[in-house]
């Protein structure tokens, strides 16, 4: 870590120097993990925000660091990839660390024109308020998320920002503190403010900087529950396979059953693509579960240009006939039911009364969990991201899981032994230390 630290030093000075010879002096800084002293081990990275003065348009200073940061990272021996927050960024690797080169203002306290124009406020606070014991406890707290994928705010994870981890720790003093306090919530957790004011939101932790935001609104209810419960396990029997262990349990195939869906995806910023590909995971998922094929698990995933949708499934086939339950026979639409069951073609026997509700028995035209989907696709059935409705159509569909990972990267085959695998990897590592 020392040497990253020295490399990352160099590179943030070097980058500021060539962001301030195109864009004048003093429009440079460092922000981020590395400028508070925060930056932890697998998630090196040095970000230089370049300061616009207000009056300049946002898409003409997005599209000015967009042209000039491709050719700074480029120059610096390194790969570019944009990315998109509120607006588009540069997205690089140098000399094995991330880099980011975001736009922002210069605007006074509150009068903010993007969301990251705070984030030179909140370096200031975070240096300002924490001190180099506090920094390594919010160091500890990040390796004890990063283990188990709960770091993290964009839509792929939903967990918890390097921010929020820099507030717990500033709120709570040190990472056990917190932690003692983690295993009591419920959610919605409000450590501060009036939950009234941030609706929907699992965790409420207004932003010091910003009272007016909730600094944690990207935490779902899933990331808060898994801390919560791996919080209570570690107190309950501390270990380092916490913050670094990774479970050796056996995975087991018998008796499940699993549907996948392979398909390419547009060269899209993977904020994006996340939030379709989620999407179009939920909107077949319901259409499978109206449909008799109830889901129970889902997972989706992005391996470079290429996506995955996991189900795993009560049943991959079902019977030629179901029961179609009618209204009451004293409903006004009693005998309207009954007239169209008689036109109905895959009607396979007519209604009939048991108690006071009309039923009948209706054919299934699909009785397999994956041509139903390809009927779903085809047919533009279900509610899906439009933009990847044409590589849906292309897509693979099987229930082999050795076909499945045949098709993905070794970071696409980690992700479907972790789905199959279900359990939490510190719940895994808890349960094999007794």
Not at 255 to 268: A, I, L, S, T
Not at 383 to 402: C, G, H, N
Request: aromatic content about 10%; glycine content about 8%.
């Amino acid at each position: 870590m020392p040497e990253t630290l020295r490399v990352a030093a160099e590179l943030a000075e070097r980058l500021v120097g060539l962001v301030e010879e195109f864009f004048g002096p003093g429009t440079a800084s460092v922000e981020g993990s590395f400028a508070k002293g925060t930056m932890v081990r697998g998630r090196e990275e040095v970000d230089v925000f370049v300061h616009f003065k207000p009056g300049v348009p946002v898409e003409k200073a997005s599209q000015m660091v967009l042209a000039r940061g491709v050719e700074i990272v480029r120059s610096l021996g390194g790969v570019v990839r944009l990315r998109y927050a509120s607006h588009p960024y540069v997205e690089g690797f140098v000399r094995g660390l991330r880099v980011n080169i975001v736009p922002c203002y210069d605007v006074e306290y509150g009068r903010w024109i993007t969301p990251v124009d705070r984030t030179p406020h909140h370096t200031r606070y975070v240096k300002k308020t924490m001190d180099e014991g506090m920094a390594d406890e919010t160091r500890l707290l990040k390796a004890f998320l990063m283990n188990d994928g709960l770091y993290g705010a964009e839509i792929r994870v939903r967990g918890f920002s390097g921010y929020v981890c820099e507030l717990l720790i500033i709120k709570h003093g040190s990472f056990s503190a917190l932690l003692e306090r983690v295993a009591g919530w419920r959610p919605p957790v409000v450590l501060d403010g009036d939950a009234s004011e941030y609706q929907e939101a699992v965790m409420i932790l207004p932003d010091p900087v910003d009272r007016s935001r909730n600094a944690a609104a990207a935490v779902s209810l899933t990331s808060l529950s898994k801390f919560i419960l791996k919080s209570k396990l570690f107190l309950r029997k501390p270990a380092k396979s916490f913050f670094t262990g990774r479970p050796r349990a056996e995975i087991s195939l018998e008796d499940r059953r699993f549907m996948g869906m392979v398909f390419d995806v547009p060269e899209k910023p993977p904020d994006v693509l996340w939030g379709e590909l989620q999407k179009t995971m939920n909107g077949l998922g319901r259409a499978l579960t109206t449909h008799g094929y109830r889901p129970l698990r889902m997972e989706c995933w992005l391996d470079g240009f290429k996506a995955v949708i996991l189900y795993e499934l009560d049943t991959l086939t079902l019977p030629a006939v179901y029961l179609h339950v009618g209204p009451p026979v004293w409903s006004r639409s009693a005998v309207e039911f009954v007239e169209e069951q008689a036109r109905k073609e895959d009607v396979a026997a007519c209604p009939w009364v048991s108690g006071d509700r009309l039923y009948s028995l209706r054919r299934r035209k699909y009785t397999n969990a994956v041509d139903f989907v390809r009927h779903l696709v085809d047919q533009d059935l279900a509610a899906v991201s439009k933009e990847l409705k044409p590589y849906l159509k292309k897509m693979t569909t099987t229930t082999d899981p050795q076909q499945i990972l045949s098709t993905l990267s070794q970071e696409g085959k980690a992700f479907f032994e972790e789905f199959i695998r279900a359990c939490p990897s510190f719940i895994a590592l808890y349960n094999s230390s007794h």
